[in-house]
Nanobody, 121 residues
Framework: QEQLLESGGGSVQAGGSLRLSCRAS?????MCWFRQPPGKEREVVAAIYTAFGDHIRYYPDSMKGRVTISRDNADNTLYLEMNNLKPEDTAIYYC???????????????WGQGTQVTVSS
């Protein structure tokens, strides 16, 4: 059973930065970050697909330029760097992983426990 352990959430002021981490117990092809703002559905923030040492990254248009997803294959750790944070970025952030693409949350098998990110104006 794969386990994902997240860390790095917290409270910041608008314009600030945060780095989230998610450690997996083993290699998984697709690793991604989702978030769920209060009262809204879960949405993808970024995804990274890794095979044979190569990475392919995906960002939705709304996140391009403000977040960077990376992955350390040596210890199966996923990262999310977030810059210029806005109050609307306030959400619970989840890492997820599976062998399939990170498009539909219900398609992903493994999830972290979630970490709260709060951005104040």
């Amino acid at each position: 059973q794969e386990q994902l352990l997240e860390s790095g959430g917290g409270s910041v002021q608008a314009g600030g930065s945060l780095r989230l981490s998610c450690r997996a117990s083993s290699y998984i092809y697709s690793m991604c970050w989702f978030r769920q703002p209060p009262g809204k559905e879960r949405e993808v923030v970024a995804a990274i697909y890794t095979a044979f040492g190569d990475h392919i990254r995906y960002y939705p248009d709304s996140m391009k330029g403000r977040v960077t997803i990376s992955r350390d294959n040596a210890d199966n750790t996923l990262y999310l760097e977030m810059n210029n944070l806005k109050p609307e970025d306030t959400a619970i952030y989840y890492c997820a992983a599976d062998s399939s693409d990170c498009k539909v949350p219900s398609d992903l098998t493994y999830w972290g426990q979630g970490t709260q990110v709060t951005v104040s104006s």
